[in-house]
């Protein structure tokens, strides 16, 4: 069994702080991230004990990025993957840098492990977004993967028990770990709830999970866990 400890968060473009974020990168064997500055990446990769830090932009070519970085005493990755999803062009087009149409992955341990941002319902746009596009691109990656043993953390933009995205999940032999935590914050409301998900085709616990709740605060949080790799 392998065991990592990770950060998994959206930061929303450090929304709650470079202080907030790098606190809870201090303890992650590897951070999963995504809405990451690009032009934070040189320091993250310091922060990482000068180790490997890979980025692709969310929605290219604008300022934000999903990462995937590894400290020193964190197994190797090997090769890395950027992946374009379906509503790629729309969202392009669109020109939104908190929207998504990259998936990253690199391999850590013989298991894939990927970095997700999908595209986004909109309304009342020039461009809008359907959750059928949203849905389209969770689909086409889990297909994608559903053959390889395959880790995938990210916000899927729906919160637990969204039948159709459940239904994907399962039918492409997927598990999702993280539903009964709420991870997100409306703006302007109480509702405090899941949208970050970590799901797995292959044997793994998570252990340790925590959300780090900001006070007053609004968008997504940072979660920490250690991920057991059972293989």
């Known amino acids: ?86 509503n790629a062009q729309h969202v392009m087009a669109v020109g939104d840098a908190w929207q998504g149409c990259t998936a990253l992955k690199t391999v850590v341990c013989g298991v894939n492990i990927i970095s997700f941002l999908p595209c986004y319902q909109t309304e009342g746009e020039e461009f809008p977004i359907s959750f059928s596009q949203t849905r389209q691109d969770i689909k086409f990656l889990l297909e994608k993967f559903k053959d390889k043993p395959t880790i995938i953390m990210g916000d899927f933009h729906c919160p637990p028990k969204t039948d159709t995205i459940d239904d994907i999940i399962e039918r492409n032999g997927f598990k999702s770990y993280l539903d009964k935590y709420p991870t997100f914050r409306k703006v302007g409301t109480d509702q405090f709830f899941n949208l970050d998900k970590c799901i797995s085709n292959t044997d793994i616990s998570l252990s340790d999970v925590k959300v780090h709740d900001v006070a007053d605060g609004v968008g997504h949080m940072a979660i920490t866990y250690t991920l057991n790799i059972n293989k």
């Not at 990770?6 to 809405?35: C, M, P």
Request: proline letters at 7%; charged letters at 20%.
């Open 1 to 86: 069994m392998t065991s990592l400890k990770i950060l998994q968060y959206n930061a929303d473009n450090l929304r709650h702080g470079w202080e907030y974020f790098t606190e809870h990168l201090s303890k992650a064997d590897i951070a999963v991230l995504q809405r990451f500055p690009k032009q934070k990446k040189p320091i993250l990769v310091e922060l990482m004990s000068g180790c490997r830090a890979y980025m692709v932009e969310s929605c290219p070519p604008l300022d934000l990025g999903l990462v995937i970085a590894r400290n020193r005493h964190a197994p190797s990755f090997s090769g890395i993957e950027s992946i374009t999803l379906p």
